[in-house]
Each structure stands twice: as structure tokens, then as C-alpha cells.
């Protein structure tokens, strides 16, 4: 089962009265590694894809950026660039990047988040943050792709689920430290 950690605890109660094998992937907060001998550009092509593709509705969103600090100004530039570029819109229209998020209640959860991020200290908007709700929008659930930058490991927009087009990079020093 891959999906939430109410939903799991369910199955799992249910396999375990009878003595079944399970395998639960709950509540994922998947990150991307990036060295600091990484392709910067396509770096960054991946991680647009792994935070926003299906608007980070997926349980294997990146939605941690972890950044060697040699490449992290270069990298977290050209991401929020990028991601700020991205076409938000209908999901039906093929040159749409990032769709509405699936509903109202999504929407709350996600928009509250940012909100905790904005309050994290030293945690940065570099892009995005907003819902989108006139014009075109107002008839969904639509919220920019958001890059928040200087996130520490504790802050909880790097522990929680976030699951939305949201993802947080987090600067390091050596690949211990990373992992």
C-alpha cells in the first residue's frame, strides 16, 4: 500500500489479525541529493519534475531538495526561475505543467503549510506561496509551485507531508550530513 498514515494503519491492523504480509510506504517526504559536482541544469530539470509533476500529488514527490552548499546559491536561482516559468492550469490541457490539486480541503491543507514555512525561521520564499484563484483559476484548485530555500532538517516543512507543488531546499556539506 502506498498512501496515507490513516489509511495504513487500517490495513495494517486488518493484515495483522491474520497473520498477513504487508509492506506500507506512508506519509513520504522523498529527497533528491544533489552534489557539488552535479549538472546544475539538469539537477534542476529533475527536480522540477520530481516536486511539481502531477502538482506534488504523488507519494514520491521530491519534496525535500537537499543542495551541496558549493552548488546551492547556482542551483536554488535557476529552480525558483524555473519553477516560477511553469505553466499552472487545466490538467486536461496538455500544455498545462502543473494542474489544480485535487480539492478544497488539498487546498487548505497545502496553503496552511506554506504559511508554516513562511513562520520557519530563516526559511525563504524563493517562489511561489499563492493560491491562484481568478480567471481561469477561479474554477479550481490552483496553487503556484512553491520553492522555499534555507530549510533547515527540523523545520516541519522538511518533515511533513506536504503533498502539493511545495518543496523545501535544504543546504549541506558533506554527503553524511545529506544522508
Avoid at 526559511?123 to 530555500?149: D, W
Wanted: aromatic letters at 8%.
Amino acid at each position: 500500500f502506498t498512501g496515507s498514515t490513516f489509511t495504513g494503519r487500517i490495513i495494517a491492523e486488518a493484515c495483522a489479525r491474520d497473520n498477513k504480509i504487508v509492506s506500507l510506504e506512508m506519509g513520504g517526504k522523498n529527497a533528491i541529493i544533489i552534489m557539488d559536482d552535479a549538472d546544475v541544469d539538469n539537477a534542476v530539470e529533475g527536480a522540477l519534475w520530481g516536486a511539481f509533476g502531477t502538482s506534488g500529488q504523488r507519494c514520491t514527490a521530491s519534496s525535500r531538495l537537499i543542495v551541496h552548499k558549493k552548488v546551492y546559491k547556482q542551483f536554488t536561482k535557476k529552480l525558483a526561475e524555473r519553477a516560477s516559468q511553469l505553466r499552472v492550469g487545466n490538467g486536461l490541457d496538455a500544455k498545462t505543467e502543473v494542474g489544480p490539486v485535487i480539492n478544497q480541503k488539498a487546498m487548505d491543507k497545502i496553503l496552511n503549510y506554506i504559511e508554516i514555512g513562511r513562520n520557519e525561521d530563516k526559511a525563504t520564499v524563493a517562489c511561489g506561496g499563492n493560491a491562484l484563484t481568478k480567471g481561469s483559476y477561479k474554477n479550481g484548485f490552483f496553487i503556484e509551485p512553491t520553492v522555499f530555500t534555507d530549510v533547515a532538517p527540523n523545520h516541519r516543512i522538511a518533515q511533513e507531508e506536504i503533498f502539493g507543488p511545495v518543496t523545501s531546499v535544504i543546504p549541506f556539506s558533506t554527503l553524511d550530513e545529506a544522508i
